[in-house]
């Protein structure tokens, strides 16, 4: 039981660990924007703030055909139109130490009129410009068509339940910060927790039906934002862009619950193998809420790490369509050793599925009909949270 | 408490180790973007306070306070000493266990359960392996620089074990109660209870994943998933009849496993 989740979770690990292996030996693409021409060692080993000296330092550009705004920001929020995504200009050696650039050695970058190119109203290399805080964005999702699949989503708060299963993920960008997602998620592993069967076998307690319902499938719509975006250093020589990601929606869900767990069945000398029982406890409401970064590759992949909260209300009051007024008549049926044709049941109640015997196993199908029976003796409900751990890739196009 | 939460870190560590060289990948890279830091913690000590609070629950739950000293070997590498104090308790879940087991008479061998065993004082030390730095745009403007470190060390801490089966005394069986309260249907007037108790000290090992948020000079805010790991230690074949005679009874599980103790920190940091 143990061992089960832990191979489910690297094999989460896999998307990423390989495109880690892919990525070795890439050279790095220069790009515009005043940080380009940051120095790469810097002189100074104390902390020191980020203000824009710049112009202090730095003798008037040439530059007669652009009108400037005054000392103002540039917001890099979103790519722009006008502006190519990469500049050939390679960046100059290394001057300063601190975070902002030594202006001084720039001056005849400024001269270039393409360099002046106005980025959300203000030119990049305008010393009369703060800093640039965070790089634009180099690719553009406005517009743009995402599907993303998640090879392993693993579950995290089990409790009483573990989770393991694969999701596909649709996504519009309607806007650059703004997208339209379909998402659906089928869990191939789903069982009740080690800690539930510890309880069961120690103390004969165990969680109630509704909280330890089992989400085999589920399908949402809902939205996605983008609200920050940054990028980071890995140890001073690699650098990437990322996003973080939120986002929300509601759709249905199938639940299951364990009726009775694998059990060796023993038939004239013969022992079978019986495989564990789950019973249909219908389809659900489902609520989602998750966030996570996209670490953007060129302009059509991406790697995605995300946790999410799906929410489902949980209500058992009956197990493959079977009510306790059912199994009650089911049961009494069984002791009297009494066919099932003749019961008055209610109409969605599966009676086939606790009559019979199982040719493989030999297993007496009315023998579950006891443990149906106490999943239901008292209905219960909760809403569960099942947070769970997407790592996954993209593609847009 | 166990796995679970164990999967938790580990899939984190794996992903961002992958990360970092997935970076390297074309289109993304870009030559000088975040090469220049900001802030460079290299020479400089650290202190830091942090609240722990638990991930999830099942049988106990922790409240960690602790005090970090750290000294910032390179930009990207510290050595870090952490102590402190966490505050544990049964859950409901565990007092509820605890109560129904009482009548439950019918069960007369049984195991002790798993993941019982409470960390109270404890101290590490270990290492910080810091190799991303990053900027986060908040708003269009304001700049938040971060690291994101990897932690592992080891130490020891100090346990305590209360049984949630073994009651040496029955007081009321009907009613779940194993204490010397005054009103049965008040525990908070009990002085003394009468499960078995267990004390101890064993080595602990920690692992974290974590982000730095630097905020002026020398001021940060952290945040990190932190895992306590320790050896769990519990009896099995109990026999009823001698534990609430008051009998050391069973044998100690040959293979009791780990425990994982998986926190969310919040901390303060303070560069000197």
Known sequence: MRTFPRLALLFTALPALALAQVSSGEQPVPAPGPESAI???????????????????????????????????????????????????????????????????????????????????????????NVHIVQKKRFADEGHHEVVLYPAVVQLNGKYTNHVGTALHYVYHLQENFGVQLAGQYNWYSDESHFNLELIDKVREQA???????????????????????????????????SVVLSGGAGLGATRHLIRPAVANEVDGQTFQVPARYGDTGTKF??????????????????????????YTARVDKVDGCSLSDFEAMETARAGNQPFSDLKLSGGCKVEKFDGVDPKTKKNYREDIILGRDLVAEPSSDVLNNVSFYAGFSILF | MKARSFRVLTSLLATLTALGAAAQEEGVLDSAVVRNRLYRPAGHPELSLSVGLPVQTHLTAHYFFDVGLAYNLFDTL???????????????????????????????????????????FHGVAGVRWAPVYGKLSLVSDIPAHFQAYLWAGGGVGSFKRKSVIQCSHVVDRTAGVCDD???????????????????????VVSGALGFRFFILDKHGVKLEVRDWIFRDSYRVNLLRDDWEAGRETGEKAPSPGLTHLVQFDLGYTFSF
């Open chain 1, 208 to 242: 109630q039906a509704a909280s330890s319902l089992l989400l085999q499938w589920g399908v949402q719509a809902g939205v996605e934002v983008t609200p920050l975006y940054g990028k980071f250093a890995f140890l001073n020589n690699s650098l990437a862009q990322f």
């Open chain 1, 286 to 311: 489902l609520g989602s809420v998750g966030g996570g970064f996209r670490l953007q590759f060129g302009e059509s992949y991406s790697i995605r790490l995300e946790v999410r909260d799906l929410l």
């Open chain 2, 181 to 203: 309260r005054t009103s049965l249907d008040d525990r908070g007037t009990a002085r003394e209870d009468f499960w078995v108790h267990e004390t101890r000290v064993a080595p």
């Open chain 1, 39 to 129: 120095p790469p060692e810097p002189v100074s080993a104390s902390p020191q703030p980020e203000p824009p000296r710049a112009p202090r330092e730095r003798p008037p550009p040439v530059t007669p055909a652009i009108q400037h705004a005054p000392v103002r920001a540039i917001e890099a929020s979103a790519p722009a139109p006008d502006a190519p995504v990469a500049m050939p200009t390679p960046a100059p050696p290394p001057a300063s130490a601190d975070d902002t650039p030594d202006l001084s050695s720039e001056g005849p970058r400024t001269t270039d009129a393409s360099q002046q190119r106005l980025v959300n109203g203000a030119p990049l290399y305008d010393p009369n410009v």
């Open chain 2, 78 to 120: 510290a050595v870090e000493a952490r102590a402190g104090y966490a505050a544990s308790r049964h859950t409901g879940l565990a007092r509820s266990i605890s109560e129904s087991f009482l009548d439950r008479q019918d069960k007369k061998i049984t195991d002790e359960l798993e993941d019982l065993w409470q960390m109270n």
